[in-house]
């Protein structure tokens, strides 16, 4: 069992910049390292999408285009996090974070932003771009 937890959502104003965290909780049977990782957001009316994905050991990744050059996931094994580092920050940004773990170290990139490609999901963090 992997239960993940996400921190450091909030509000910004549009340029600003959040990092998310992506942990397995002390109660995880499981440590990070084993999963493949996926950063999904959901707005309110909209369907959860696919944000960006990183390997296991790291050494892949892949974004959507809506995110590309202003977002950077990286990981930490030793730490047992994920992290989104989310730069430029625009209103239409705005959204519950979540992160997901595959149950694979490494996923195809065409679906590695796929919803149903993971099987252990955190409850999200709420971020808000808004002046």
């Known amino acids: 069992q992997l239960q993940l937890v996400e921190s450091g959502g909030g509000l910004v104003q549009p340029g600003g910049s959040l990092r998310l965290s992506c942990a397995a909780s002390?109660?995880?049977?499981?440590?990070?390292?084993?999963?493949?990782i996926g950063w999904f957001r959901q707005a309110p009316g909209k369907e959860r999408e696919g944000v960006s994905y990183?390997?296991?050991?790291?050494?892949?990744?892949h974004y959507a285009d809506s995110v590309k050059g202003r977002f950077t996931i990286s990981r930490d094994n030793a730490k047992n996090t994920v992290y989104l580092q989310m730069n430029s920050l625009k209103p239409e940004d705005t959204a519950v974070y979540y992160c997901?773990?595959?149950?694979?170290?490494?996923?195809?990139?065409?679906?590695?932003?796929?919803?149903?490609?993971?099987?252990?999901w955190g409850q999200g963090t709420q971020v808000t771009v808004s002046s």
């Open positions: 997901a773990a595959a149950l694979a170290r490494v996923l195809p990139v065409l679906s590695s932003l796929v919803p149903g490609q993971y099987y252990y």
């Open positions: 990183i390997s296991s050991s790291g050494s892949s990744t």
């Open positions: 002390r109660a995880s049977r499981f440590t990070l390292d084993y999963y493949a």
